[in-house]
């Protein structure tokens, strides 16, 4: 358990210091989230009751969808997990300490949308907090694993990267989060139920209820 | 790990295929091919190992190869020598009695060589068992006890340094300079043969070496001249090394 926490210790110092990171879990995420919704809010006064939820879900899937992968296929690539191995870490540990620092540093932007939409954009808090929260651990839970999965999968950066967006770009714009899915041509609506995660497009509704 | 397909294996009294665990706490191992993340720094990455051998940071190993551990370079920054001397420390984290080296010092420069050479010999001081896999010759030569050679996955040749050179089929080279090249242009000279000149030297190529050295030595006396160069070369590991492959692509 001391190593484990020590391992985890060293990661979040890591992740700091990585740009990448800080790019895909942080500032890409919290840009695109200010811009949207200042747009949002302004043009769609309705967008408010759901500005928290969508913008949650957006910046979670980028952080686990895009995020998590390249730096678990670059381990591989590059010797480190290999190094790892010889030295005593056993692969899992490996893996779950980055879930977990992905799982922390996703839970801190949730919380900074949670808490600054309502107070910037005028977004409606949750009529169920406890609910939130609990759909935001299930949305966090499968979008790392999803994260995690493509990670394990892929065999170079480049074929993870692919994956990613793959399955990212249909995710976000199909799944309703940027409009109406039911505004959606039909063969794109059922594009984005069969290519999209059907979980997805359950919490998003979910989210929707509870914002 | 491959599966052995018969006999069995023990590494300080541990099956590397069914205790790996255990083992892992006597072994350290240094790969060619391995890194760490670009990010984390010495101090980090031996806390991170050691934690993990349910030990204290042994900072002190990364003094002894010359790694300032209270510096905040990170890994990305260190020069290639240095990396490699941070992976050795890091396979010494549990005090293993087994180190595994991997084309330890491939892509070093000289001094960088010369430095983990001395690392090197400092371990094999302290007691430690080292199994060095290396295409370098003149490095296997000079740092080896015993030395297997493997051609094909098979060992071709295993013995002391001396005994491989002296297994093969090459011939022992004498170079000589006397005061008036009494023995210039060469000839072969009893079981001496006479190979070329370079310059003032002579070289000739022998098998009893003793008996070569002699017949010279008897030559430039008769002719009333004096030696003033002899060397007396045995084949390298590296000529060794390079009659067994061409043995096995003759075969």
């Known amino acids: 358990m001391k190593a484990f926490l020590k391992h985890l210790l060293v990661q979040l110092k890591m992740d700091i210091r990585e740009r990448g990171t800080l790019m895909t879990y942080y500032l890409v995420p919290l840009i695109f989230y200010f811009v949207m919704g200042a747009v949002f809010s302004s043009t769609n006064p309705l967008s408010r009751q759901t500005l928290s939820a969508t913008m949650v879900i957006f910046s979670v899937t980028m952080g686990a969808v895009m995020g998590i992968p390249a730096p678990i296929v670059k381990m591989r690539e590059t010797g480190v997990l290999r190094a790892y191995l010889v030295c005593g870490i056993p692969g899992w540990a490996v893996l779950f300490i980055h879930s977990l620092s992905a799982f922390l540093h996703l839970l801190i932007v949730s919380i ?25 651990f299930i949305l966090l839970f499968s979008s790392i694993a999803i994260g995690i999965f493509i990670g394990v999968a892929a065999r170079s950066q480049s074929v993870g990267m692919m994956f990613s967006q793959a399955i990212f770009l249909p995710t976000v ?39 | 790990m491959c599966r052995s397909d018969e006999g069995t294996m023990s590494v300080k009294g541990f099956n590397p295929q069914v205790d790996g665990r255990k083992l892992r706490q006597v072994l350290g191992v240094q790969l060619q091919a391995s890194s760490l993340p670009d990010v984390i720094r010495p101090k980090e990455a031996m806390a991170l190992i050691c934690s993990w051998h349910g030990l204290s940071p042994r900072f002190d190993i990364l003094t002894r190869f010359g790694i300032d551990y209270q510096s905040k370079k990170q890994y990305h920054e260190m020069s290639t020598g240095q990396k490699r001397r941070l992976h050795l420390a890091l396979s010494l984290a549990c005090d293993p009695a087994v180190v595994i080296l991997d084309e330890p010092t491939a892509g070093l420069d000289v001094e960088g060589r010369a430095r983990f050479h001395a690392s090197i010999r400092e371990l094999k001081a302290a007691g430690v068992t080292i199994i060095l896999a290396t295409h370098d010759m003149a490095e296997a030569e000079s740092l080896c006890d015993r030395i297997a050679i493997i051609i094909k996955g098979r060992i071709a040749s295993c013995g002391t340094p001396a005994q491989i050179t002296s297994a093969g089929q090459s011939e022992t080279r004498i170079t000589l300079r006397t005061k008036r090249n009494c023995l210039l242009p060469g000839r072969d000279m009893g079981c001496a043969h006479f190979l070329k000149q370079t310059e003032e030297y002579g070289v000739w190529l022998c098998r009893d070496t003793a008996e070569a050295v002699m017949e010279l030595l008897k030559e430039v006396r008769k002719s009333g001249d004096s030696v003033e160069d002899l060397r007396v070369e045995r084949p390298s590991l590296e000529e060794r090394f390079l009659e067994l492959i061409e043995g096995g692509a003759h075969q």
């Open chain 1, 112 to 136: 900074i949308i949670f808490i600054t939409a309502p107070l910037f954009f005028g977004a409606a808090y949750p009529k169920s907090f406890p609910a939130y929260f609990l759909a935001l």
């Open chain 1, 173 to 211: 714009m199909l799944s309703g989060i940027m409009f109406p899915a039911a505004m959606l041509p039909v063969p794109l609506r059922l594009f984005g139920w069969s290519s999209s995660c059907n979980l997805y497009y359950e919490l998003i509704f979910r989210f929707r209820k509870l914002g």
